[in-house]
T-cell receptor, first 117, second 114 residues
Framework: AQKVTQAQTEISVVEKEDVTLDCVYE???????LFWYKQPPSGELVFLIR??????QNEISGRYSWNFQKSTSSFNFTITASQVVDSAVYFC??????????????FGTGTRLQVTL | DGGITQSPKYLFRKEGQNVTLSCEQN?????MYWYRQDPGQGLRLIYY???????QKGDIAEGYSVSREKKESFPLTVTSAQKNPTAFYLC?????????????FGAGSRLTVL
């Protein structure tokens, strides 16, 4: 069985603060993909990143960075210098096997981020 | 621009009525999916289709039906058998090559049962 836990239900920060969204996953498979999606108030989920289990390098994309640690089964997401436009619900997701299709995705329950001025 | 169009954005239904949610994509994706989103529960898969005229049940298919007569279209019918249909419904699509698992989502349809 696979499971994704996002323990933070809601986070509020003031603009320009850094914020980290936690994601802990469970799987017995040694091969898997991890994802982050952003759901702004408009509703559609937007793909942010996909990382496979063989690549533990951290990734940075502008103000976004991701810390993948297999030792703690975590794939945390940090937003540096947060902005109001970052306000959204963020979902972490997992799929086991490197050939698995999206029908096998397991989503976490999401973390709502509120960034205020 | 390519994307997924869901309609209507908001829908109200009386108990006992069937309703159909539309999902159209122009991404030329073979696979399409329907998810249900409830507060605090993340996304749950209702149905998916990897090819025209074929579809599979997801984790919570009871009370729902789908069809896939055209590659571009994957409508979802919420039947009166669905006990708690009030939710936000999201349609998504993807290519079907092995390991191709990045989803493109529509903007969703919010169904409220009165």
């Amino acid at each position: 069985a696979q499971k994704v836990t996002q323990a933070q239900t809601e986070i509020s920060v003031v603009e320009k603060e850094d914020v980290t969204l936690d994601c802990v996953y469970e799987t017995r498979d040694t091969t898997y993909y991890l994802f982050w999606y952003k759901q702004p108030p408009s509703g559609e989920l937007v793909f942010l990143i996909r990382r496979n289990s063989f690549d533990e390098q951290n990734e940075i994309s502008g103000r976004y960075s991701w810390n993948f640690q297999k030792s703690t089964s975590s794939f945390n997401f940090t937003i540096t210098a947060s902005q109001v436009v970052d306000s959204a619900v963020y979902f972490c997701a997992l799929i086991t096997g490197l050939t698995g299709t999206a029908s096998k995705l397991t989503f976490g329950t999401g973390t709502r981020l509120q960034v205020t001025l | 621009d390519g994307g997924i169009t869901q309609s209507p954005k908001y829908l109200f239904r009386k108990e006992g009525q069937n309703v159909t949610l539309s999902c159209e994509q122009n991404l030329n994706h073979d696979a399409m999916y329907w998810y249900r989103q409830d507060p605090g529960q993340g996304l749950r898969l209702i149905y998916y289709s990897q090819i025209v005229n074929d579809f599979q049940k997801g984790d919570i298919a009871e009370g729902y039906s789908v069809s896939r007569e055209k590659k571009e279209s994957f409508p979802l019918t919420v039947t009166s058998a669905q006990k708690n249909p009030t939710a936000f419904y999201l349609c998504a699509s993807s290519i079907t090559e092995p390991g191709a698992n990045v989803l493109t989502f529509g903007a969703g349809s919010r169904l409220t049962v009165l």
